[in-house]
């Protein structure tokens, strides 16, 4: 099974599907090849390897649809997946979301996905492991990782669909600590770039030299807040996210009360869901449907342009497939912020009294619909007066309704950033951002 092509397994496994009962159905096989080198006190901790071989299946009968993931050793695991899937159909009621597959229609191969550096630096990632070390020289300990991959990614359904691809993967981030204050950067990219990783780490030291000193608390309240792209690609991971039409029908997004075409943004703000960009991690020819992917505004000069669309969602809104279909749900591949104009230089010299947030974690929702969220400031953050950076802070959280800070957006950055990491995925090309009158409230922990 693992030397057989990807696509030719998920043709099998459909086949298999349609053979045991089901009247439709949808492989979609993934295979990849990992090392991860992980760092900790500034050395080398341990440097993994791994091969992994995932399989999604869609299954339907009589409009009942399951969905299942599975990490199968062999054919017969699948097979015997199916028989159990096809005995618990004959209990479940017709899905209301049901559509059939589509019809297969011309994808377009998307050239560049697979970097041959990164495959040759999966064999011995010491040299970039190495790079971003001593380009971390200024920190007295770092934390961090650097993970490379190669995948095969194929889909095969009952309609006649069958399509392949492979590509590459890199993701590095560094945690900086000098003394008792850090910085972290992140990156993520199809392509390897000796300059981008350190990048990662001169930023992440740099950020941690920043933040020495006292750090002091802010009083809860309305700042200006200049937010990295670590920050903008965590909170436009949850645009992308309720941009997905089944969010929408399931009343889990702030799109949940509006239609496109709608002003849900600062004029300044466009965010576009970028699958046809070579050099994005998540970029993709095809969906897991089989139709062509396409890059699309999700939200351009502060309207909502787009719904990401299966064929499922679709059929409920009248509208057409966008090709940014999962196993069920429709989701981002790839999101991009367009560029501004602005230097980040500029931006704080607006801030007349703010805050500079350069990581965060622990993002939660209280309110989908609404909007109503929290996320953590981590390492270095920066209280600001009339345009100075006065001292570092500590125990900051944004607390605020996500449609008001995309709303609030005055200045945003000329510079993008690739960021990825497990607080941004999928991955975002992001920018600096400056947000006017946004809620600060102290962890309760």
Same mark, same amino acid.
């Given at each position: ?13 459909? @086949?298999?599907?349609?053979?045991? @009962? ?27 390897? &791994? ?12 409009? %009942? ?24 159909? !004959? ?46 020289? @200024? ?35 560094? %945690? $900086? ?57 965590? /909170? ?43 050099? /994005? ?46 196993? /069920? ?5 790839? /999101? ?9 230089? !500029? ?13 965060? &974690? ?17 390492? $270095? ?10 001292? =570092? ?9 996500? =449609? ?17 990491? &497990? ?23």
């Amino acid at each position: 099974m693992m030397r057989e092509p990807v696509s030719e397994v998920a043709e099998k496994l459909v @086949g298999e599907a349609l053979r045991r @009962g089901f009247e439709e159905a949808a492989a979609i096989v993934v295979r990849r090849e990992s090392t991860m080198v992980k760092f900790a006190n500034s050395e080398v901790s341990v440097v993994q390897r &791994w091969s992994s071989l995932t399989v999604g299946l869609y299954l339907a009968k009589g409009g %009942r649809i399951l969905t299942t993931e599975v990490h199968p050793t062999g054919l017969e695991q699948v097979g015997a997946l199916i028989d159990r899937a096809l005995a618990a159909a !004959e209990q479940a009621k017709p899905s209301f979301i049901y559509a059939p597959l589509p019809e297969p229609e011309r994808v377009e191969p998307l050239p560049g996905l697979v970097d041959s550096a990164v495959v040759e630096a999966m064999a011995d990632p010491s040299p970039l492991a190495e790079l971003m070390l001593s380009s971390a020289s @200024g920190a007295e300990r770092v934390a961090g990782a650097l993970t490379l991959s190669y995948t095969e990614r194929g889909v095969a359904t009952s309609k006649g669909a069958k399509l392949e691809e492979a590509s590459t993967g890199l993701e590095a981030y560094l %945690r $900086a600590f000098v003394g008792e204050s850090s910085g972290q950067w992140a990156h993520g990219s199809r392509r390897l770039s000796r300059d981008a990783i350190r990048r990662v780490a001169e930023t992440a030291v740099q950020l941690a030299e920043m933040a020495k000193g006292r750090p002091v608390d802010v009083e809860p309240g309305a700042y200006d807040v200049v937010l990295s792209p670590m920050v903008v690609g965590n /909170l436009v991971n949850l645009v992308g996210m309720m941009a997905s039409a089944m969010s929408v029908l399931m009343g889990t997004s702030i799109f949940a009360r509006v239609e496109p075409g709608a002003k849900v943004a600062s004029e300044k703000l466009s965010i576009y869901d970028d699958p046809r960009n070579p050099e /994005l991690l998540g970029s993709a020819s095809f969906d897991d449907e089989g139709l062509p992917t396409s890059s699309k505004p999700v939200i351009e000069g502060g309207v909502l342009r787009t719904l990401l669309h299966n064929s499922k969602t679709a059929a409920k809104f009248g509208a057409r497939s966008t090709g940014n279909a999962g196993l /069920l749900f429709p989701r981002a591949w790839a /999101l991009r912020v367009a560029p501004g104009d602005a230097k980040l230089e !500029e931006m704080v010299a607006e801030v007349k009294r703010g805050l500079i947030i350069t990581n965060n &974690w622990y993002t939660r929702l209280q309110n989908y619909v609404e909007g109503i969220f929290s996320t953590i400031a981590r390492d $270095a953050a920066f209280y600001v007066e009339r345009g100075e950076v006065k001292h =570092p802070v500590t125990r900051v959280r944004i607390a605020d309704r996500l =449609p008001k800070l995309l709303s609030s957006v005055e200045m945003v950055g000329r510079d993008l950033y690739d960021v990825s990491w &497990w607080e941004v995925s999928p991955a975002v090309r992001a920018p600096y951002l400056l947000a006017r009158g946004i809620g600060i409230s102290r962890p309760t922990v």
